[in-house]
């Protein structure tokens, strides 16, 4: 295999990897950036794709988020690639922050203040199976989700499409520029 480690990675410094990557989080925030700009589809979908995943990834339904991203992906004509990472926002150090926002918030928009002692509750509500009993947790959830992931979404979707548009840009620039400086050598100028 061409890019595999000489020795491998014990389970330990795995999860340290996933937790404290090796050249820091400004280096792995670096190339997550040019993974998405480097896509090799539109800016609109790569930008659509990626807005999807940010979407998605507000969810409180947490084991469906990758089949949301791809489903959503699709129905949107995004690239699916992009919106896989984007999902990867929604990920088990960001997820509980994120779901406390989405309920203060759907709980806000609600306007109902008796959620506070259902947090008590959730145990013992969680024992019963009962749907009706979860209701008044999730649809806040649900709400504050839509809100909050559909704000992220049109930054994200903004932000990436800028990027990919000016590295596409400035690629197809750099293309030009040295197809002519060979064309230039060749012809002999």
């Known amino acids: 295999m061409l890019f595999r480690r000489r020795s491998k990675q014990s389970i330990v410094e ?27 589809d539109s800016p609109h979908a790569v930008a659509v794709g990626f807005a999807v995943g940010v979407f998605v990834a507000w969810s409180p339904l947490f084991g469906l988020h990758y089949l949301l991203t791809v489903i959503l992906a699709f129905m949107l004509r995004g690239n699916v690639l992009a919106a896989l990472l984007g999902a990867t926002v929604g990920n088990p150090l960001t997820v509980p922050a994120m779901w406390v926002a989405d309920f203060k918030l759907g709980e806000r928009i609600l306007g109902a203040h008796h959620f506070r002692r259902m947090a008590v509750q959730v145990p013992e509500t969680l024992a019963h199976h009962s749907f009706d009993a979860i209701l008044p947790i999730i649809k806040p ?19 990436v499409r800028v990027a990919v548009r000016a590295y596409q840009h400035a690629r197809r620039e750099r293309l030009e520029a040295r197809r002519l400086s060979r064309l230039g050598e060749v012809t002999g100028v």
């Open 14 to 40: 795995r999860v340290r990897e996933s937790v404290w990557p090796r050249g820091g989080w400004p280096r792995a925030l670096r190339y997550f950036g040019k993974r998405i700009v480097r896509l090799s």
């Open 141 to 159: 959830m649900l709400i504050g989700w839509v809100v909050l992931g559909g704000i992220t979404a049109v930054i994200a979707y903004v932000i």
